[in-house]
């Protein structure tokens, strides 16, 4: 079946610090990869994605490479800032017609001046 | 461009009352759509989808249904809501067929039952 592993949280980093939340999936076939982030109050926000093995999505500073031979798409941001606090999701894609996603169970980063 | 939204963004319910949310799209035709339920200090829990006008999966048997009578329009509801139904619901949307399996979120809508 399919499913997320997620680095649990909270993450507690200071300002202009390296980012670095792990995600593994098992997944039968040949997932779509996502990274969510939702800000407090809000709903989620598509941060990133990656459709097939080694590529690399980037957004706003963060980057994910989906690695096939692990499976993994973890999450990285050279230099993090306070207004990047938030829960990050990571997401797989069942490739069904439907498109449901399943998602981790979120990682709460902190960042702090 | 296209836009969601849901309504109300906020809701206090007592235990026993009925529930109705809603969720409609803009700028899209014949989206899925999809209900979660994010509980405190919790990820996300699919609750339903839907393909199509009439067309609803549940994935969790609950007290909660959903219903579609339109093309854009996705209503969550309720009979005789619990206290474990509390949470934030968010509604999504996807333009549905083959490679295009991103979701976009609606701005939720915070359930809380006394």
């Known amino acids: 079946g399919n499913s997320v592993t997620q680095m649990e949280g909270p993450v507690t980093l200071s300002e202009e610090a390296f980012l670095t939340i792990n995600c593994t999936y098992t997944?039968?076939?040949?997932?779509?990869l996502f990274w969510y982030v939702q800000y407090p109050g809000e709903g989620l926000q598509l941060l990133l994605k990656?459709?097939?093995?080694?590529d690399k999505g980037s957004n706003k500073g963060f980057e994910a490479t989906y690695r096939k031979e692990t499976t993994s798409f973890h999450l990285e941001k050279g230099s993090v800032q306070v207004s990047d606090s938030a829960v990050y999701f990571c997401?797989?894609?069942?490739?069904?017609?439907?498109?449901?996603?399943?998602f981790g169970t979120g990682t709460r980063l902190t960042v702090i001046p | 461009s296209q836009t969601i939204h849901q309504w109300p963004a906020t809701l206090v319910q007592p235990v026993g009352s009925p529930l109705s949310l809603e969720c409609t799209v803009e700028?899209?035709?014949?989206?899925?759509l999809y209900w979660y339920r994010q509980a405190a200090g919790r990820g996300l829990q699919l609750l339903f989808y839907?393909?199509?006008?009439?067309?609803i999966s549940s994935e969790v048997p609950q007290n909660l249904s959903a219903s579609r009578p339109q093309d854009r329009q996705f209503i969550l509801s309720s009979k005789k809501l619990l206290l474990s139904d509390s949470g934030f619901y968010l509604c999504?949307?996807?333009?549905?067929?083959?490679?295009?399996?991103?979701?976009?979120f609606g701005p939720g809508t915070r359930l809380t039952v006394l």
């Open positions: 839907s393909i199509g006008i009439d067309q």
């Open positions: 999504a949307w996807n333009r549905g067929g083959a490679g295009t399996d991103t979701q976009y």
């Open positions: 997401a797989l894609s069942d490739q069904s017609g439907a498109n449901n996603l399943f």
């Open positions: 990656a459709t097939k093995a080694d």
């Open positions: 997944a039968t076939g040949y997932p779509s």
């Open positions: 700028g899209t035709s014949n989206p899925n």
